[in-house]
């Protein structure tokens, strides 16, 4: 072959080389595997793609594939509790408590340590009226960390107002020993001795109220229960009382205001549709008194108080069987108290009147 067809099959050779990067990127040859992105010889393809992986890696990739797993293992159980999280947040925008707290406490499930979420149940419990759970939940929250202002700022509120009404200050907290098997006249003496020093005590216009209601001095009742709401018109206990008393004094309007003043609060307030009902059976409205009834013991389910109302509405609107159904279930009662059952004893088709 002359020196010039060399040359031109060199430089031909150059060209092609220069121009599609054929050749070996590991030994230089100038035939390759077409087909893949990184131009090796089969030769060296093949010695590379049999090097052993550096222990290093082998390393790196069984944690990668442990955390995939342990997520994977996990994912159902914290998008559970993230969904009831975010469906209690939504139920409580809507002013739905007694759904927010079920939706919470479902979330708590999954994330037993988180402060916020106790903080939320504590809210939604508060707007339902149970001011017993809340004051425990509250003790049990000390020493938690709640990372969101707001909810602190929320919690502290709730916990001032609580503190405020069921707090007893030590010469209360001595008298009400002392009275403690005293009949109610001399139980309402002292009490309104001692209210007449402190004018603003809340928890003792709200016993001297209670034990007017008694005596079935309603005009007296209502005087001491407005004590209490004019300092905390919010408070659930002393509404529900204020709508008993205007309905035993037959101000059927302003008792059921009370009733919707809660509302207004929370939608889902079991307590208010049974004041709403106990209004309307004083007024013998009786299709509408089960109409709100049912709402309550849907609400809640397992409150005696409810479930005796709901046995006096079943009477009136002639459902015995529906009746007796629910007078089986609260003779089965865990808190069966020796007034619920003498109530049950005397109670029959012929005793509610």
């Not at 092609?16 to 077409?34: A, L």
């Not at 290093?56 to 914290?78: A, D, E, Q």
């Not at 998008?79 to 408590?97: D, F, L, N």
Request: include cysteine; aromatic fraction near 10%; charge should be negative.
């Amino acid at each position: 072959m002359s020196e010039e067809n060399m040359n031109n099959k060199y430089n031909y050779g150059n060209f092609y080389d220069q121009t599609y990067h054929y050749g070996c990127e590991n030994c230089g040859r100038s035939i390759v595997e077409e087909g893949y992105k990184f131009n090796l010889c089969k030769d060296c393809r093949d010695k590379l793609s049999k090097r052993p992986i550096p222990p290093s890696i082998k390393f790196v990739f069984l944690i990668v594939i442990g955390l995939v797993i342990y997520s994977l293992m996990r994912f159902p159980t914290t998008m559970k509790g993230a969904i009831a999280y975010e469906r209690g947040k939504q139920a409580e925008e809507q002013k739905k408590y007694s759904t927010a707290l079920e939706e919470y406490k479902k979330a708590n499930e999954q994330y037993n340590n988180s402060g916020n979420i106790k903080s939320k149940i504590i809210i939604a419990q508060y707007y339902n009226g149970n001011y017993a759970d809340v004051i425990d939940l509250l003790i049990a929250l000390e020493g938690t960390t709640i990372e969101n202002e707001k909810l602190y700022d929320q919690i502290d509120d709730i916990s001032l107002d609580l503190q405020d009404i069921y707090v007893l200050d030590s010469e209360l907290s001595n008298l009400l020993d002392i009275i403690e098997t005293d009949t109610d006249d001399i139980k309402i003496q002292k009490l309104t001795e001692y209210i007449n020093v402190h004018p603003n005590n809340n928890m003792a216009a709200y016993m001297l109220s209670d034990l007017y209601c008694t005596q079935g001095n309603y005009e007296q009742a209502k005087y001491y229960m407005e004590i209490m709401l004019r300092q905390h018109p919010n408070n659930q206990y002393a509404l529900v009382c204020m709508a008993a008393i205007e309905r035993e004094l037959e101000n059927y309007d302003s008792a059921i205001s009370y009733c919707n003043h809660i509302l207004d609060m929370n939608v889902e307030s079991a307590g208010a549709y049974a004041a709403l009902a106990r209004i309307e059976l004083k007024r013998l409205n009786d299709k509408k008194a089960l109409e709100y009834i049912e709402k309550a013991y849907e609400l809640d389910s397992d409150n005696l108080s409810i479930m005796e109302t709901l046995v006096e509405t079943y009477h009136y609107n002639d459902m015995i069987e529906e009746r007796n159904e629910i007078l089986n279930i609260i003779k089965e009662h865990d808190d069966l108290s020796p007034e619920d059952k003498e109530y049950l004893e005397n109670l029959d088709s012929e005793s509610i009147e």
